[in-house]
């Protein structure tokens, strides 16, 4: 097969095992190690609870991001189609899966196209920072901007997923100046997310100091992708190897903190493995900025369009009653005296 075409094989691929597989990591997220301090005088009204934002000169109703997915195929492209209205419905923010596919393929570029359906939204383009050691440019990076007519670019980080897979890049050797270049050049912001095993504060202060506008931490106790490949191995043998990173990574809340650590500047994405309207409030009370969520609306997207508003709309309402329970009528308020630690250190 070709390598383009297997790119379109892959990424349906990867839709179907999230589907129909247990491909959750072995870690948990770590954020049932954290409790809320209920409020039981919290002066305000429900109503009155602000869930808004500004980001990268969007507003936002709500701290929300339905996190980068999938795209090239035409089963992703109704995905895509279903959630961008979701997203503008609630006036949350969307990623899109890695486009390389539709750069080495243009007739699927028409799967990432979104925008029509949501013209409001923060959409976030998306491409794998590796390929800048394999070819990729600023003008490969502006490009996939450019096709959806994004407001920031996703540059996602994912070593162990690429060492496992048989037609894996490798080589991410001086990587770190590639991305600076990047950040110095692209016409809009670049964001750094690992895939789903976390960052620590080490990379976090590195990608700072090139210049990187916002990190999402995609930390593990989620989807794991070395469960996803597993499932893709044709040798046992290599499956075997897959298997055996189940339980790999730096959970979530660990990898929020870490990344404040080391880039206090900057606005923190926090996904990996979370599920409902209150692990998003915790990310945000740790030092997030947005709480991503991904295979909870690849789910609900595969059903229906209604499917899909109505998670979305669950999500939102959680997080509204969370921070109305513990006293916060702003993003601002919900900080880290609103929540402790209940095992371990504080």
């Given at each position: 097969?070709?390598?383009?075409?297997?790119?379109?094989?892959?990424?349906?691929?990867?839709?179907?095992?999230?589907?129909?597989?247990?491909?959750?990591?072995?870690?948990?997220n770590g954020l049932d190690e954290y409790r809320f301090i209920h409020c039981a005088l919290p002066e305000t009204s429900l109503e009155e609870v602000s869930l808004s934002l500004e980001l990268f000169g969007k507003k936002l109703s709500a701290p929300l991001l339905i996190s980068s997915m999938t795209g090239g195929t035409p089963r992703a492209a109704e995905i895509n189609?279903?959630?961008?209205?979701?997203?503008?419905?609630?006036?949350?923010?969307?990623?899109?899966?890695?486009?390389?596919?539709?750069?080495?393929?243009?007739?699927?570029?028409?799967?990432?196209?979104?925008r029509r359906y949501a013209p409001d939204i923060l959409l976030f383009a998306n491409l794998g920072a590796v390929q800048l050691n394999y070819g990729y440019g600023i003008a490969e990076c502006q490009q996939a901007v450019d096709m959806i007519e994004a407001d920031a670019l996703i540059l996602h980080l994912n070593p162990l997923q690429e060492a496992l897979q048989p037609e894996g890049n490798t080589n991410f050797s001086g990587l770190l100046k590639n991305i600076e270049k990047i950040c110095r050049s692209l016409t809009?912001?670049?964001v750094v997310k690992e895939v789903g095993w976390g960052i620590s504060r080490e990379v976090a202060t590195a990608l700072a100091e090139i210049g990187v506008s916002a990190i999402d931490?995609?930390?593990?106790?989620?989807?794991?992708?070395?469960?996803?490949?597993?499932?893709?191995?044709?040798d046992e043998s290599r499956a075997?190897?897959?298997?055996?990173?189940?339980?790999?990574?730096?959970?979530?809340?660990?990898?929020?903190?870490?990344?404040?650590?080391?880039?206090?500047?900057?606005?923190?994405?926090a996904s990996?493995?979370?599920?409902?309207?209150?692990?998003?409030a915790k990310?945000?009370?740790l030092g997030g900025t947005l709480g991503g969520m991904a295979g909870w609306f690849l789910k609900a997207a595969n059903v229906s369009l209604d499917s899909a508003h109505r998670a979305v709309q669950e999500i939102v309402q959680e997080l509204q009653i969370c921070m109305f329970?513990?006293?916060?009528?702003?993003?601002?308020?919900?900080?880290?005296n609103r929540i402790i630690r209940i095992t371990g250190e504080q």
């Open positions: 097969m070709p390598p383009d075409q297997y790119l379109s094989s892959r990424k349906e691929d990867h839709i179907q095992i999230n589907l129909d597989r247990d491909v959750q990591s072995g870690l948990d189609r279903i959630l961008a209205l979701a997203a503008q419905e609630a006036g949350i923010a969307m990623g899109l899966g890695s486009q390389r596919v539709a750069l080495e393929r243009p007739e699927t570029r028409e799967s990432f196209r979104v809009v912001p670049v931490v995609a930390g593990a106790g989620g989807t794991s992708w070395s469960q996803v490949e597993m499932y893709r191995m044709g075997r190897i897959a298997a055996a990173f189940r339980d790999w990574g730096i959970p979530t809340a660990e990898s929020i903190l870490a990344v404040r650590s080391g880039a206090p500047k900057l606005p923190v994405f990996g493995g979370l599920r409902n309207g209150i692990d998003i990310c945000l009370a329970a513990v006293g916060a009528k702003t993003l601002k308020e919900l900080d880290q």
